[in-house]
């Protein structure tokens, strides 16, 4: 089996571990770097490119969340990974009902362009110094938000 791959076995190795340390360092999916690989330098379609990389993420993906779950430092809200679930399960099925609709040429032209848009907006709204972390952006609105409506605020104060 391992004889019948297109590329030396240890090509797909070193495409994992670069996908491994790129999504666990940065957050990304392993499609930034799996499915251009696949497609350019392997030879692979853009549908197998895409099928294999969803495959990819769940193991390494679940990995990554464990040891972020695990960091006292971050914040991770089990509520807001299950809604997010429920919804990204919904959309990985309309999603494959899609690509498996649109030609592969089509395909890869569309997530090319996902890829530049998403770029460019990340380059032009990244905070630069002297701008408020938006990290909190969201217990920030709901304490506004509280406060607003008249509810008192019995944190401590720091």
């Not at 959309?91 to 899609?98: D, I, M, V």
């Not at 990340?122 to 920030?140: C, R, V, Y």
Request: aromatic fraction near 6%.
């Amino acid at each position: 089996m391992i004889g019948q791959l297109s590329n030396p076995w240890w090509v797909f190795i070193v495409l994992g571990l670069c996908a491994g340390v790129l999504s666990g360092a940065l957050g990304l999916g392993s499609g930034i770097i799996m499915i251009p690989t696949l497609v350019l330098l392997c030879g692979f379609g853009q549908k197998s490119a895409q099928g294999m990389a969803l495959a990819v993420m769940v193991p390494m993906a679940l990995v990554g969340a464990l040891r972020y779950w695990k960091n006292p430092e971050i914040e991770f809200n089990t509520v807001i990974v299950g809604l997010i679930i429920c919804g990204a399960l919904a959309g990985a099925l309309a999603g494959t009902e899609l690509a498996s609709r649109i030609p592969n040429h089509i395909l890869r032209k569309v997530f090319a362009t996902v890829l530049v848009i998403a770029a460019i907006k990340m380059f032009m709204t990244s905070a630069k110094p002297g701008q408020p972390n938006l990290d909190n952006s969201l217990i920030e609105q709901k304490i506004v938000s509280s406060l607003e409506n008249g509810e008192t605020n019995n944190e401590p104060e720091i």
